[in-house]
């Protein structure tokens, strides 16, 4: 489909694909859905991994993630509920709360626990794996952290509102959070019922959508309508503009965009490099001390 705007020809982008995640259990024994970095979509580059984590049963999540390390790419924490304690070994600590994001870049090797500063309550949020260039891998570890006060919000007509974590929109809201690697777009937006959302996105870039609550609806390949529930992960086909709509119900979702790396991708568990003896390094340095 092809709109014409000021002259300028957009491409809608459609699904392509919609991915249901996975149960899967991490760290200490933590409950969570596994989206990206499990069999049905091993990554979607340049993102690794999404794990979503929604759950007030504190025995799901209070063993948490004590200390394990990273080396190769970044971890974003964005937290809808709750309170998350971070704390590393080279002295950085802090507590993520509700609204807030964590961007870190691991680089060349960073060992933290992210252990929940709560004991009951609702925990909900997110876990994105962004990768690294294989220039950038051994950059010195880094962190962007913003509060909810810090993030900025739009608000558009029809009740469309949006927070802008990462990029800039087409009316020019920029996101805290800067990475010109992968020049990431990171929104949070809520639709009422019967609104429609639209978004230009870079046009190399990879994008998807995922559901926290719906339904959301879009248009797959074949120009249908298909709707995406709750926790359902929508890659979005290449083009270079979004187009998402809720039904009678109002709606949240993330919407995601990233420049892909296009490079080998050499995995394991924590580290995430180029070559399996770049990986098999990790290992050493780690066991060594040298992180
Ligand atoms: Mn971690």
């Known amino acids: 489909m092809t709109v014409s705007t ?24 933590v409950e969570l859905t596994r989206v990206i970095g499990q069999p049905a979509l091993t990554m979607l580059d340049p993102f690794l991994l999404l794990d979503a984590f929604r759950s007030d049963k504190p025995e799901e999540y209070l063993a948490g993630f004590p200390p394990h390390p990273h080396r190769g ?21 802090g507590v993520i709360e509700a609204g807030g994001i964590q961007w870190m870049t691991a ?19 997110f876990q994105l794996w962004v990768n690294l260039p294989a220039a950038h891998k051994m950059d ?22 949006l927070r802008v974590i990462a990029g800039t929109t087409s009316r020019n809201t920029r996101g805290p959070v800067v990475q010109p690697l992968t020049d990431p777009l990171y929104l949070d937006v809520k639709l009422p019922a019967g609104a429609e959302f639209v978004e230009s996105t ?44 809720s039904g009678g119900t109002e709606t949240r979702f993330l919407v995601v965009a990233g420049k892909p790396l296009n490079e080998p991708v050499a995995r394991g ?23």
């Not at 699904?15 to 991490?26: E, H, Q, Y």
């Not at 090797?109 to 949020?125: A, R, T």
């Not at 909810?148 to 739009?154: C, Q, T, W």
């Open 140 to 161: 010195a570890p880094a962190y962007q952290e913003y509060p909810a006060s810090h993030i900025p919000s739009e608000t558009r007509e029809g009740g469309v509102s």
């Open 73 to 93: 790419f970044e971890t974003v924490t964005y937290l809808l509920n709750g309170r998350m304690r971070h704390r590393d070994n080279a002295g950085h600590e």
């Open 6 to 29: 000021e002259n300028k020809k957009t491409m809608a982008r459609r699904i392509s694909r919609v991915i249901r995640g996975m149960r899967a259990t991490d760290g200490a024994g």
């Open 269 to 291: 568990g924590p580290f995430v490099m180029n070559t399996r003896a770049e990986i098999e390094q990790a290992h050493r340095d780690y066991n060594q001390g040298r992180f």
């Open 202 to 245: 870079p046009s190399e870039h990879n994008a998807f959508v995922y559901v926290i609550h719906g339904p959301v609806v879009a248009t797959d390949l074949q120009g249908d309508s298909v709707q995406l529930k709750r926790d359902d992960l929508g890659i979005l086909a290449r083009g270079d503009a979004v187009t998402l709509r």
């Open 107 to 125: 680089g060349r090797g960073i060992v933290h626990s992210e252990m929940p500063e709560q004991e009951n309550g609702l925990l909900e949020g």
